[in-house]
């Protein structure tokens, strides 16, 4: 062995998490999420359709994008493998706005951990506006509910817990 060897370290932070869980089209149910282009979807509706000359039913998935809104379409035979996104939902304490663009809020958790990478949300385009004029300057106590998935953190939703 040379001397090398000691420079040499492996460096990992997520410890391998997977984003995403492989599963077949017919065991989706409405409600949960899949991935559709990448992106994690919420299933809104599921139609089957009969077995055809080929011998697949097929699933007809309508959905809306996690982070965006937009309502996405997608059939896939059912025996056929898709992905199934892993959504995490966490709820923090607003601390603080940042004054400048691109407005990072200053966030705890419920054991008091900070977390300051989250941005304000750009999307329902009035949710911004919303938790702005709810924390009043600190004047409220509110809390965020933050939602990651396939590497994407956006806040969803607030709720005043104290005036």
Request: with cysteine.
């Amino acid at each position: 062995m040379s001397g090398d060897d000691e420079d040499y370290t492996i460096e990992n932070s997520d410890a391998g998490a997977a984003l995403a869980t492989p599963i077949s089209a017919g065991e989706l149910k409405k409600g949960g999420y899949m991935l559709i282009k990448g992106r994690p979807c919420k299933i809104l509706s599921i139609s089957v359709s009969k077995t055809g000359k080929h011998g697949h039913a097929k699933c007809n998935f309508e959905t809306t994008d996690i982070f965006n809104g937009k309502k996405v379409m997608d059939m896939i035979p059912s025996t056929h493998g898709t992905s199934e996104p892993i959504v995490k939902k966490t709820e923090y304490e607003l601390l603080n706005i940042d004054d400048d663009e691109p407005y990072f809020l200053n966030l705890s958790d419920e054991s008091g951990e900070p977390r300051d990478d989250v941005k304000l949300p750009t999307w329902p385009e009035d949710l911004a506006q919303q938790i702005r004029d709810d924390w009043n300057e600190g004047e409220n106590v509110v809390m965020v509910t933050v939602q990651e998935s396939m590497g994407i953190t956006e806040v969803v939703s607030h709720k005043i817990v104290q005036e």
